[in-house]
């Protein structure tokens, strides 16, 4: 059960660019077909990366495509290729690197469109479905392998991958999506998408997780999907199912929420690093959102 915190806000929620429509698929696609029976979406926008010329970059993840909204709110096509591209991150160099369902890690060079594959299994097993990564200021890479897990299969996991070394941080998880290491390094926070809630797992100095347990839980047909921790160590939580971004205080209560149009999915959020501008990737409306700052 969700707590509201003393001041609670309801924040207000405007459209910021919708695709257009050169740039949906003619037909639908094997990931469609699989991951949403009975949809009439061909596209599915996640991944957003605020630029630093102002512009935002998502991914397409069934059309294996990476795309910019430019400043003026023109839309192109960076890249595109033969994946499934979930979460993205830009690193120091400009490269973008890429939780691919299909591929693994991927780097992309959105200057050329060029891609490379980065890391792509386990010692000798391939990974279930990567989903989403998150980057830390030392350089380290936590990603979840998701795949089709959930509460019948809760084999999904969460990796660190630092300097070479590839290392499973949590196991049988049902389902592990968006995840976050707050900034000081002792907390880390994971999606739970079937288990509808998200977890915490606090960090001990070898970066072990310890403890874990459901910092809060959720509701509705579709659990929490990307999340993020702002400057003040609020969690920002996209609940696509209630059409919802939540953002929770340490304790778990509810400082404000978002609501979105019916349908409109939020996935995934970019922040800059005031918390000034919020843009959310909404799968169903094929739209990016803003968000008023909290």
């Known amino acids: 059960m969700l707590i509201t915190a003393p001041g609670f806000r309801e924040l207000a929620v405007m459209p910021f660019a919708t695709l257009p429509p050169h740039l949906k698929p003619a037909q639908t696609s094997e990931w469609v ?9 061909g596209t599915f926008l996640e991944g957003p990366v605020l630029m630093p010329d102002g512009a935002l970059c998502c991914v397409d993840i069934p059309g294996g495509r990476i795309l910019r909204i430019g400043a003026g709110g023109e ?22 690197l890429v939780a691919d369902a299909r591929r693994g890690l991927v780097r992309i060079d959105p200057a050329t469109g060029n891609w490379e594959p980065v890391l792509t299994h386990d010692v000798t097993q391939g990974f279930l479905g990567l989903n989403d990564l998150h980057v830390t200021a030392d350089g380290a890479v936590w990603f979840t392998d998701q795949g089709q897990t959930g509460l019948h299969d809760p084999s999904g996991r969460v990796y660190r991958w630092y300097q070479g070394e590839l290392r499973c941080v949590l196991d049988r998880l049902p389902s ?3 995840l976050r290491v707050s900034a000081d390094g002792t907390e880390l926070y994971v999606a739970i998408t079937r288990d509808n ?9 070898t970066l072990q997780p310890t403890k874990v347990g459901r910092f809060a839980s ?3 047909p579709t659990g929490p999907d990307g999340i993020h921790i702002d400057h003040r160590g609020l969690v920002w939580v996209c609940l696509p199912g209630a059409d919802a971004v939540w953002v929770l205080n340490r304790k778990a209560e509810v400082m404000a929420r978002a609501a979105f149009p019916d349908g409109a999915f ?3 959020l970019a922040m800059d690093n005031e918390g000034q501008r919020v843009l959310v990737t909404c799968s169903g409306a094929e739209a990016i959102y803003a968000i008023a700052a909290l």
């Open 176 to 178: 592990p999506n968006g």
């Open 75 to 96: 839309w192109s096509v960076v890249c595109s290729y033969d994946g499934w591209p979930n979460g993205m991150k830009l690193l120091p160099e400009g490269r973008f």
């Open 266 to 268: 939020p996935s995934n």
């Open 197 to 205: 809630s998200v977890w915490r797992a606090p960090l001990t100095t």
């Open 218 to 220: 959720f509701y509705g």
């Open 33 to 41: 077909l699989l991951n949403r029976r009975g949809s009439t979406t």
